[in-house]
């Protein structure tokens, strides 16, 4: 191993999906890239997971698909399911199609092409405890390595890929970086990946994963039927944070029981984990660190697939690092560049999912089926819009058409507000601040934005009663 003692270009935290593309577009920029991760090498990449990700990643990084042994099964679609499960909406477009992955094998093919991409130091077994800061800025990470010695380790900057617990932003001292996530924006999930005998039980649509809401079954959140190939199944479900109860509980009898009839199952794996579902942190950056992936809350707020967001996450915190390597400078104005791209490329899509979201937890069974059930949304109008790559009307149109027709005209004209809203923060945010200076006042105009949906939230729920 190389020496410890000299100060790292950049440290990643953290070898997943958001650290491993991090440090492999660091270091394919010729920077001094020491990447670390608590977990042993073997075991980087396994992770309690739907085991999704789409096509696009790919393609923007120039990143080889899942092939091999690493690929469970490609997907051609999406199926969301009102809980009635009387009829479907079928999503069958570019930006639906995907894979499902094995996801420790996808971990470590992404770890082995970053190391192969010029990461100079690797260290597995290795727990970054806190932050070291010199003058106010970050300068470093005080880790704990494998032998229990514990080591300050410096860098120019730290790009932090720790997952949603991240240690690090619970430690960060700083006016703009949010320590805690609220129980109201993560749910908590509970999966198994089940198999059996074919002839015993058929998987259902095995080319595409099917989206099941439900807010008896899971509340405030959704159960997920993935094929993983003919006979097996990732199945799972998530619910509210304080739903109260054991969520394993509820998926064996909501979940296990209704799906699976075989009279075989192995269950191949299970266990819970936490998503973040909520726009990305406020601000992603400060003094000498950049905040990727969950450690960022850079994920989908409507169903909580965050793949995808971090290995963008990572590529443009690398991209930034980069340019503030070559300028010697690692303030947060001159980071503040990874701020912009994430914001305009994904936290805007991501705000306006996020208030969708917040409105879809509020709904009842009765509104999700009669809206969902209604003939109104056909494949070819959701290909047409999915074309224009405008996520967050596209989305809106959905969610408007399939509850055009409702006997609740108030609810029409909530659906209505809730798009002007999300047109509104989604224009907020393409126009995130160039510089810190004017973000109190762009932060104020999120807020207000939010606020006005808390509030239409409140009068709905107050009209039903
Ligand atoms: C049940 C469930 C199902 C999901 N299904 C999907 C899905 O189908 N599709 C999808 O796209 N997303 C899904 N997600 C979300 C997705 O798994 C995450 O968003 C994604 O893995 C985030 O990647 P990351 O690199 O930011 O963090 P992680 O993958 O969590 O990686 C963090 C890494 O940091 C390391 N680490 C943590 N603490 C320390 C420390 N102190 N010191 C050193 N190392 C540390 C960890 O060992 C880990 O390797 C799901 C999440 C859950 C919980």
Not at 83 to 112: A, H, S, V, W
Not at 339 to 353: D, P, R, S, W
Not at 431 to 452: A, D, G, I, L, N
Request: proline share 4%; charged share 25%.
């Amino acid at each position: 191993m190389e020496s410890l003692d000299k100060v790292f270009d950049v440290i990643v935290v953290g070898a997943g999906t958001g650290g491993a593309t991090a440090a492999r577009f660091a270091a394919q920029n010729g920077l001094d890239v020491c990447l670390l991760d608590r977990k042993p090498r073997n075991e980087i990449g396994s992770k309690i997971c739907g085991d999704a990700v789409g096509k696009e990643i790919f393609t923007l990084l120039n990143i080889k698909p899942p092939r091999g042994e690493e690929l469970s099964c490609p997907i051609i679609g999406a199926k969301l399911y009102p809980p009635n499960r009387e009829k479907c909406i079928e999503m069958k477009d570019p930006k639906q199609t995907g894979y499902i992955i094995d996801r420790i094998k996808f971990g470590q093919r992404l770890l082995k092409e970053a190391l192969e991409a010029g990461v100079n130091t690797f260290l597995d077994n290795t727990m970054a405890l806190d932050l070291v800061y010199t003058n106010k800025i970050v300068s470093g990470v005080k880790i704990k390595l494998e032998n229990g010695e514990k080591v300050d380790l410096k860098s120019k900057i730290v790009i932090d890929a720790s997952g949603l617990y991240s240690p690090l932003r619970k430690k960060i001292e700083s006016d703009i970086i949010e320590k805690e996530i609220s129980d109201t924006d993560a749910i908590l999930c509970y999966r198994e990946i089940v198999t059996f005998p074919k002839q015993d039980q058929e998987v259902q649509d095995p080319q595409y994963i099917s989206i099941i809401l439900d807010q008896e079954k899971a509340p405030g959140g959704y159960i997920w039927y993935f094929p993983k190939d003919d006979h097996s199944l990732n199945i799972g479900l998530g619910v509210y944070m304080n739903y109260g109860g054991k969520v394993k509980d509820l998926y064996k009898k909501h979940v296990y029981n209704e799906f699976i009839n075989a009279s075989e199952v192995k269950i191949l794996s299970s266990g819970g984990g936490v998503a973040p579902v909520r726009r990305p942190l406020w601000s992603c950056v400060d003094n000498g660190i950049m905040f990727v992936g969950d450690a960022a809350f850079q994920v989908n707020p409507l169903h909580g697939g965050g793949i995808d967001p971090s290995m963008r996450g990572g590529y443009y915190a690398a991209l930034t690092a980069a340019s503030a390597i070559e300028s010697g400078d690692y303030s947060m104005e001159k980071l503040w560049d990874y701020n912009c791209k994430v914001m305009i490329n994904f936290g805007a899509e991501f705000a306006a999912l996020d208030l969708l979201r917040r409105v879809l937890q509020s709904l009842s069974n009765s509104d999700l089926n009669f809206g969902l059930q209604k003939d109104l949304l056909t494949a070819s109008e959701i290909l047409q819009i999915a074309e224009t790559g405008d996520l967050t009307l596209s989305l809106w149109d959905m969610a408007f058409k399939a509850f055009k027709g409702i006997m609740r005209p108030d609810l029409l004209l909530d659906l209505n507000y809730l798009r002007l809203r999300m047109n509104e923060i989604a224009k907020i945010y393409k126009h995130f601040p160039k510089t810190s200076k004017t973000f109190p006042q762009w932060k104020e105009r999120v807020r207000e934005q939010y606020k006005k949906i808390e509030k239409m939230i409140i009068d709905l729920k107050s009209n039903r009663k």
